[in-house]
């Protein structure tokens, strides 16, 4: 039986660091409110023109050079993303031209901060079929350019930050090579994709951009924050105990969680109802702020770089965001 393993990981966040101070220059928000209410102290936001797959691009490389591959070697690029550069053609194209691979395979993922979830499990897929060999798989955010930066926007603005993480998967016969995904569980509720979203431009409204809707920051994301808070604590233990359950395991084998960085409250919480000790939940939301489909490979690479995931741990990937779309991938390390 043919499995994936994770044989690079990388990341890459822009230099500019954004305080929860500075913040407060430009909207009516303070430190303590958004340590208290997210665990957030600062995130990295991107200085002009700068898109996802600029960032993407150290990320991957990295995560190349760790799994000792070319990036000519790749049988596809999937890019996660919420943010692509443009609306089309895709970030992966993009990342692709970037990295000099003409006639590499490329994909999108729309998942949001489930993004890179779904795309492990993809990308998993492809490799247990025998018909790829390598992968790259990127979570890749710009969200600062398009935040309102003003009081009315900041609900939403405060938690968002800016960067890309990169894993490679590769095709391993032998399991006890260690790195390798063993399930996935994937999960959406369209019915309430309007409690996160971004209204304009779209191509469902003719034109699909209007002054008006500028005006009314429709451009911007909106979130009705404590409905999207009370099912992600909820949706996150579920889907964990799902994964776990169906290969025979309980939340007590978990050697390491990785949940979506989301907010800190919302790891906190699933941690005591899951009965894990911090020590087996990472969480770095306090310096990036919430990356969505970047943050699981960001903090995937960052946990591993700090010895957190030991060999032969069982390592669960969680997340739940817009969609709604909530999923976890089950890794022995
Ligand atoms: O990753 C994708 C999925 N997203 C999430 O999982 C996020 C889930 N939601 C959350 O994390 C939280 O709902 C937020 C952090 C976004 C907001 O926290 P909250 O505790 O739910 O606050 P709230 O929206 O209920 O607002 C409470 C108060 C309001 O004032 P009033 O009406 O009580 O006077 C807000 O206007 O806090 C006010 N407020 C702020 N005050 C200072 C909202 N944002 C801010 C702010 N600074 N940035």
Redesign the pocket.
């Known amino acids: 039986m043919r499995h994936s393993r994770i044989a690079g990981l990388g990341f890459h966040v822009p230099d500019r660091i954004v305080t929860n101070d500075d913040?407060s220059r430009w909207?009516?928000?303070?430190d303590e409110?958004?340590r208290k209410?997210?665990g957030i102290e600062e995130r990295r936001w991107v200085e002009g023109d700068v898109g996802p797959a600029e960032l993407a691009e150290p990320a991957a490389r990295k995560a190349l050079a760790e799994a000792g591959i070319d990036a000519a070697q790749l049988d596809l690029i999937i890019f996660a993303t919420l943010s692509p550069d443009i609306n089309f053609p895709g970030s992966s194209c993009l990342l692709q031209a970037r990295l000099g691979v003409p006639g590499v395979a490329t994909l999108d993922i729309r998942n949001?901060?489930t993004g890179f979830v779904y795309a492990l499990a993809v990308a998993d897929q492809f490799i247990r079929t025998g018909m790829m060999q390598r992968i790259l798989v990127v979570g890749g955010e710009v969200h600062s350019s398009g935040l309102d930066i003003s009081t009315r926007g900041?609900?939403?603005?405060?938690?968002f930050g800016d960067g890309a993480g990169a894993a490679v998967l590769t095709a391993a016969e032998d399991k006890d090579q260690g790195r390798v995904l063993l399930d996935h569980k994937l999960h959406a509720d369209g019915s309430q994709h309007d409690i996160?979203m971004v209204k304009a431009p779209a191509s469902g409204l003719n034109p699909r951009l209007t002054q008006e809707m500028l005006q009314n920051g429709d451009h911007y994301p909106h979130?009705v924050?404590?409905a999207?808070?009370k099912q992600?604590v909820v949706r996150f233990p579920e889907v964990i105990t799902e994964v776990l359950a169906a290969n025979g395991y309980t939340p007590a084998d978990i050697g390491l969680l990785i949940p979506?960085?989301?907010?800190l409250?919302?790891s906190e919480m699933v941690a005591r109802l899951l009965h894990l000790d911090p020590d087996r939940v990472y969480n770095n939301i306090q310096r990036y702020g919430?990356t969505?489909a970047a943050?699981i490979p960001i903090a995937l690479t960052e946990a591993v770089a700090e010895g957190r995931a030991k060999p032969g741990d069982l390592v669960v990937l969680a997340a739940?965001?817009?969609g709604l779309t909530w999923g976890a991938n089950l890794i022995r390390w």
């Open positions: 913040l909207m009516e928000t303070s409110w958004i209410r997210t949001q901060c900041r609900d939403v603005t405060v938690i996160l979130m924050g404590q999207v808070f992600a979506h960085q989301a907010n409250r919302i919430n969505t943050s739940f965001g817009a």
